[in-house]
């Protein structure tokens, strides 16, 4: 039976060199991270040293800014890096973004099937839709609005789940003897009833945990949907804890009125800058912000709010009249609502900059105990079950951060001290498909 205690989950997200924009001009970090496989396997080394959940992969398939004085987020395939990061650890759980926009439900139920296999049961895939102008010129076609992207996503997921579970528990036989190898009873699905006209099935059964976790991003109201219909984990952006509460209180609701039992587990993302002293983590701050290009950060502030950068000055408020509707914003509604909280606090575009380093997640700098005390803070008033770090450059700021911050949280019985479960499923406490809870059937 699977424990019913609550317990802290934390992930690393593996953000290219880091989760500041000028994290690639560090003294410490390679300027070309983004694609360097070496760097992300480092980093997920120390992410099992310190014992996290997992390590989480952004992907944007496409070239979404101008890179002449700042690289690319992340350059690598993320099952590719994934896979080879399978092969050099043995616990960590391995997270990778991709589109239900620009792919196919078939060709990526298989990849990911193939990954979660190949760990031996430790992936999850973060399904999220594409808005970006450059990926649509990447793959042809037109843009899809946000309520087609999202209709689509729910057709998609259904059917990726769907071909997941193709392959019964007793399809294969593989008795030498007779010579009978498999009972080919597939479950197939129906070509004339979903969108994509699939009927699988995949080219192999799955994994410990059946098949891959499915986390979700978006924050918008159809993203909400979409997570609480479909998702085991949501990967947030909550600047503060009323907005954090207030969200998880309706991403929860929903979840039950669709007939759920658990709500997904929610992770937002949480910049981290490590000092051995609150003053020692600021003045960290302040000399990486001091490599960050403003112009362009400006640029990238207003591209996320929808808005024209000449519209907006350094070190003045953003005029309340350019805030958009969150659900109007053609990027990720989430991180706006984080930056149009700081907007409606009075704080000038200098200081939304330096709080929110462009992908709206909150920033927090300080001494280990401080950032300790947050997490738990936001923890124990129930608007998290954990974070996803994103430390400010991940070459030095990750070890920081498992060094000295997660000791603390084990300190206080919030961490586990030790990886006992052998599956992401397992260790994140969810169900096998089927309803049967997975420690159980792991026993049964």
Do not use: C
Not at 122 to 138: F, L
Not at 378 to 386: E, I
């Amino acid at each position: 039976m699977s424990s019913a205690i609550r317990t802290l989950h934390l992930g690393l997200n593996l953000h290219g060199a880091g989760g500041h924009a000028a994290a690639w001009r560090w003294p410490s970090t390679n300027p070309s991270a983004f694609f360097d496989i070496e760097h992300y396997l480092r980093a997920a080394k120390v992410a099992e040293r310190g014992l996290l959940d997992a390590v989480f992969l952004a992907d944007t398939p496409a070239i979404s800014w101008d890179i002449t004085r700042r690289p690319p987020l992340n350059g690598l395939e993320p099952t590719l890096v994934l896979t080879v990061i399978a092969r050099e650890t043995k616990h960590i759980g391995l997270i990778a973004t991709a589109s239900t926009t620009y792919n196919e439900p078939y060709n990526l139920a298989r990849r990911f099937q193939s990954l979660d296999v190949i760990s031996g049961g430790r992936v999850a895939w973060n399904a999220v839709t594409t808005s970006s102008p450059a990926t649509v010129g990447n793959f042809g076609g037109r843009e899809l609005g946000r309520e087609e992207r999202y209709k689509r996503a729910e057709d998609f997921v259904e059917t990726v789940r769907g071909l997941w579970l193709s392959w019964g528990d007793g399809t294969i036989v593989g008795d030498q003897t007779s010579g009978i190898y498999a009972n080919p009873q597939f479950r197939l699905l129906d070509p004339n009833t979903n969108i994509f006209s699939v009927r699988g099935p995949l080219t192999h059964p799955g994994s410990p945990q059946v098949h891959p976790i499915i986390v979700q991003a978006g924050g918008s109201d159809d993203g909400l949907r979409l997570a609480a219909r479909s998702a085991d984990l949501v990967f947030a952006a909550a600047g503060d804890l009323e907005t954090a509460l207030r969200e998880a209180g309706r991403l929860r609701a929903l979840s039950h009125q669709l007939g759920r039992r658990t709500a997904p587990i929610i992770l937002p993302g949480l910049v981290t800058f490590v000092g051995g002293t609150e003053e020692e983590a600021y003045r960290r701050k302040r000399a990486i912000d001091e490599l960050l290009d403003l112009p362009g950060a400006l640029a990238a502030l207003a591209r996320g709010i929808n808005v024209a950068p000449e519209k907006l000055s350094l070190d003045k408020p953003i005029p309340e009249e350019l805030l958009p509707d969150p659900n109007d914003v053609p990027f990720s509604v989430g991180h706006h609502r984080t930056i149009e909280s700081l907007a409606r606090q009075g704080r000038t575009v200098r200081e939304i900059i330096s709080s929110v380093q462009g992908f709206g997640h909150r920033v927090i700098a300080g001494a280990p105990e401080q950032i300790a005390d947050s997490i738990e803070a936001w923890y124990r008033a129930g608007a998290v079950d954990g974070f996803n770090i994103i430390p400010d450059v991940l070459e030095d700021g990750a070890p920081a951060f498992i060094d000295h911050v997660v000791p603390i949280l084990q300190r206080r019985g919030l961490f586990r001290t030790e990886y006992r479960e052998e599956t992401l499923r397992d260790r994140f406490g969810l169900a096998l498909p089927g309803g049967v809870p997975s420690q159980e059937r792991a026993t049964a």
